[in-house]
Structure formats: structure tokens, C-alpha cells
């Protein structure tokens, strides 16, 4: 996997969940410009996928940004909101996991 790729994709990534937060941040307030920041956040953040499917193909981008906002969205649902999961819940995100790790390995052949 091109170092570079992986960079772009944990900006990308950072920005969602940025978003993300704003998102619930705004459920909690009702502040009209933390909704926003929120859809500023989340153009900025297509913006930078639209580089990462060029780079790495639409499956490869869109599904591993998917896992990975998966992965932190619930770290930051768990610490900062204090929401929890049920056990098949925790088991679908380490399936997700399991999943992102298959995904960048390096490929032996291109489709």
C-alpha cells in the first residue's frame, strides 16, 4: 500500500470524524453553527476522498474510510458521549477491522 495513500486517507478520516463529532455535538445544543462546521467539515472531507479514489480505486477508498470512520466514530461515541455497543455490535466492528486489515495488504494482481 502506497504510504501516501494511507496519509490521505487518515486526513480523510480525520476530517469525517471531525465531523462527525460536530454532528453530535449539534444533536446536543441545537447551535445552528456547529451544524455548519459539520457540513464543512464533511465537503472538505469528499474532497479528499475524490485524491484517494483515484489513487487506490473507488472500492478500495470508499471501504476503507468506511471501516476506519467506523472504528474511531465508536472509540469517540465510547469516551466522549459514553454510549456503548452490545456484544454483536463489537462483533461487527471487529469484523470491520478484521476486514480494513484483508483490504491493505499489498495485492498481487489488479483487477
Known sequence: MN???LL???GAMAIFISGATASRA???NNN???LIL???LYCIGNLMMVRLMREGGLGLAISASSIAQLIAVNIIAFIVFGERLSL???AG???GILAMALMLLPAQGRA
Open 88 to 90: 454483536p455490535q463489537l
Open 26 to 28: 449539534y444533536i446536543a
Open 32 to 34: 445552528l453553527l456547529v
Open 8 to 10: 490521505w486517507l487518515l
Open 3 to 5: 504510504p501516501q495513500f
Open 93 to 95: 466492528v471487529g469484523l
Open 38 to 40: 459539520a457540513l464543512i
